[in-house]
C-alpha cells in the first residue's frame, strides 16, 4: 500500500530535550515536506527536500532541522524543543512535478511541556 | 502574511443541501489550486483540483470554481453527506520554482443528517 508513515504519533517531551519524529514514504517520491497545523493559521511549511541532499527552508524553519540521506526518509529534528513547537506535525510527499497532490503522513501530535 | 485565506472557520449544513467552501488568494503568480479534506486524527487527503486555465472542475458531488480576476475559489459538494464531515483546507501553488504549497486556514464542514 502507498503510504507515507510517521512515528510517533503521540509525543509528550519538556523543553529543551531534543526529539527526532520520523517520516518515510514507499512511493519513491523526490519531494518531501514538513508542515505544521496550529488552529487559526492552517498548515505551514517547515522545511521541504527536493530530493537526497537536497532540503530547502519553508515558512516556519525557525528551531527545526532535517535531513535527506535516503529517498524514502526525512526525520525533522527539534534539537531543543520549546513549548511554542507543541503542535500538530504532517510529513508528506509527492513525485518531481509540483503539479500533483501531495501525499500526507498520519501526524504526530507533539506536547513541549 | 497569509496569502491563502478561508474567512469561515466553520459551516453548518443540512444533509442533501449545497455545501459552499470559498477561498481566496493574494498571489496573482498562484496557477494550480487544490482541495484537501482533513478528518480527525488523518493526515489531510487529496479532494480536487483545478488549474489557471479553467473555471470548473468537476468530479461527482465535487466541484471546483475559480474565478481569477477575483482571485477567488470556491469548493460545491452536492447533495451534502453527513460522512462529508471534515476540515477543508485549500491549497495553491505556482509552476515556477518548488512548487511548494501554500494552504488556507481550513474551514471545518459539519453535514446534519
Known amino acids: 500500500e502507498a503510504q507515507v508513515t510517521q512515528n510517533p504519533r503521540y509525543l509528550i517531551t519538556v523543553t529543551g530535550k531534543k526529539l527526532t519524529v520520523t517520516c518515510s514514504q514507499n512511493m519513491n517520491h523526490e519531494y518531501m515536506s514538513w508542515y505544521r497545523q496550529d488552529p487559526g493559521l492552517g498548515l505551514r511549511q517547515i522545511y521541504y527536500?527536493?530530493?537526497?541532499?537536497?532540503?530547502d527552508k519553508g515558512d516556519v524553519p525557525e528551531g527545526y532541522k532535517v535531513s535527506r540521506k535516503e529517498k524514502r526518509n526525512f526525520p525533522l529534528i527539534l534539537e531543543s524543543p520549546s513549548p511554542n513547537q507543541t503542535s500538530l506535525y504532517f510529513c508528506a510527499s509527492r513525485p518531481r512535478s509540483g503539479l500533483s497532490e501531495q501525499f500526507f503522513g498520519p501526524g504526530t501530535r507533539l506536547t513541549v511541556l | 502574511d497569509q496569502q491563502v485565506k478561508q474567512n469561515s472557520p466553520s459551516l453548518s449544513v443540512q444533509e442533501g443541501r449545497i455545501s459552499i467552501l470559498n477561498c481566496d488568494y493574494t498571489n496573482s503568480m498562484f496557477d494550480y489550486f487544490l482541495w484537501y479534506k482533513k478528518y480527525p486524527a488523518e493526515g489531510p487527503t487529496f479532494l480536487i483540483s483545478?488549474?489557471?486555465?479553467?473555471d470548473k472542475n468537476e468530479d461527482g458531488r465535487f466541484t471546483v470554481f475559480l474565478n481569477k480576476s477575483a482571485k477567488h475559489l470556491s469548493l460545491h459538494i452536492v447533495p451534502s453527506q453527513p460522512g462529508d464531515s471534515a476540515v477543508y483546507f485549500c491549497a495553491a501553488v505556482t509552476q515556477t520554482g518548488a512548487n511548494n504549497l501554500f494552504f488556507g486556514t481550513g474551514t471545518r464542514l459539519t453535514v446534519i443528517p
Open positions: 527536500s527536493m530530493n537526497v541532499e537536497v532540503t
Open positions: 483545478i488549474s489557471s486555465i479553467k
